[in-house]
């Protein structure tokens, strides 16, 4: 394996992908995927991509609407950036061959909530994995990108000045320096923090974590969107039942057939995805049911098989006939809004570092996303990467390090493994019970003193003394160098990342003592002027920004 690069992008979902593609074509690129080729939150985005491309749309609309759903905490300027850039990024797709429902030539637009009009592109009900399979077969077929696959990027590595030039990796069952002259973390979000959760297992927030441990400026981490409709049946997975259902005319109602949304806003179903994850959770405390039910059979029967024929599939696996019945949903975690701070270029306040989508912060999303917003960023954001300049490392004198690495041969004990799958297995159901969908400052103190003494106890297993400690230059050899050894050092580090953003989730949900967008507390359930600010963190201190400048003030 090659172990210097020009950039290294860690993460391989829409965000990775189209970031390694926009890539200067000279550039030498990595691409570290921690699984095989797409298991990502993008493969398993299901309602599409918004742009505001139809006669009746606008852009100020599409901005409009990002702005109210942020809930005063968006960068405007990136907001109209985001959706000025939208229809070249979707013409750029189509192009690569996205297959996108069409009506007649045009290409489909469907209704989701919060949007004022129809401006969401879709291919069925898999849009996610319609782009990211057409993405990955570009970057495969692309001469300059080397796939890195199974690797794991451990910590950043930063030189004397504090600028990255690389990261630490778990490469099989090695562990290694890897340079390049810029990193790109598009790892995604960390959803797994949470019991109940819509994300892939590798949402492990992987790239926030590490970021944080450099010294990385992180923004408004306590913004988290529980997305209200999650197929609830034993046994199964948190399979996302798209919003998108509920924009073609579905239902929610109760055990009795009651629509008990409209009781919380005057939208009902189509109402921002925080005040209906609210407003199931409140239906749910007052009635003590388990779960509600999503109807969908207001929806005329070929337009159902036609837009959704996944979810009646996933259904239909799970004995669930959506022809003939309701789907038991409640809320899951779903998209993290906070993440490190990036500018419009990707920058980060770490020279030569990048974040790109749900990792990053760039101020498209404020204290709420606005719905398949979140695709239309990778994009949009991944593109800017052709304008990185960076001297190619063929061109450049690199100082070789020693000679001869040392190579140290380590082996993994028993008792740090049982540790490691405890710790995997009792920190999401902490977090989802402390920082889910309704928090209160006795649960977030309780908790965060919890999780402070599972990270020293991590921080003491044999495996986290050797890999915490190592040295550049150094390379570690875990014997018997097989995939159980692998898929146990993978395990160490994603428990390690949950551990500290399941900390930073903890600590930001605490510090902010008001209820905004993704964030409620039952003992500050209402927003407040003073509070329209960002939460910063840097290192172990959390601080208020200066007022977020609102587009009226301008």
Known sequence: ???????????????????????????????????????????????????????????????????????????????KFLVAEAPECIDALVKMGVAFDRTGTDLALTLEAAHSRRRVLHSADTTGKAVVSTLTAKVLSRQNIQLLSPAFALSLWLDDTGRCQGISAICGSTVKWLRAQAVVLATGGGGQVFAQTTNPSVSTGDGVA????????????????????????????????????????????????????????????????D?????????????????????????????????????????????????????????????WMGGIIADRFNETSIPGLYAVGETASTGVHGANRLASNSLLECLVFGSQMALLKVESISDKAVEDEEDSPEIIAKSIHVSDIEAIEKLRIDLPNLVWQSAGICRGQRDLESAIAQVEIWRQEFASLSLSQTLNYLQHGQILNFSPADAENSVVLRNWGEVGNLLDIGYLILKSAAFRTESRGGHYRLDYPLSHPDWCRHTLIHDCHWYKSGPVSQPQDN
């Open 1 to 79: 394996m090659t172990d210097k690069f020009d950039v290294l992008v860690v993460g391989a979902g829409a965000a990775g992908l189209y970031t390694a593609l926009c890539l200067p074509e000279h550039l030498q690129v990595g691409l570290i995927n921690k699984n095989t080729l797409p298991v990502s939150a993008s493969d398993w985005a299901q309602g599409g991509i918004a742009a505001a491309i139809a006669p009746e749309d606008s852009a100020a609309l599409h901005v409009q609407d990002t702005l109210v759903a942020g809930a005063g905490l968006c960068d405007s300027e990136a907001v």
């Open 275 to 335: 005040v209906v994850s609210r407003a199931i959770f409140r239906h749910l405390q007052k009635t003590g049911e388990p779960h509600v039910w999503l109807d969908l059979r207001p929806i005329a029967v070929d337009r159902l098989r036609y837009r959704f024929p996944n979810i009646i599939q996933v259904c239909a696996d799970w004995g669930i006939d959506l022809f003939s019945e309701s789907v038991p949903v409640t809320p899951a975690a779903h998209y």
């Open 210 to 273: 590490i970021a944080w441990r450099a010294g990385a400026l992180l923004r408004d981490l306590e913004f988290v969107q529980f997305h209200p409709t999650a197929l609830t049946k034993p046994g199964a997975p948190r399979f996302l039942i798209s919003e998108a259902v509920r924009g073609e005319g579905a239902h929610l109602v109760d055990s009795k057939g009651y629509r008990f949304a409209f009781d919380y806003h005057p939208s009902g179903e189509l109402a921002p995805r």
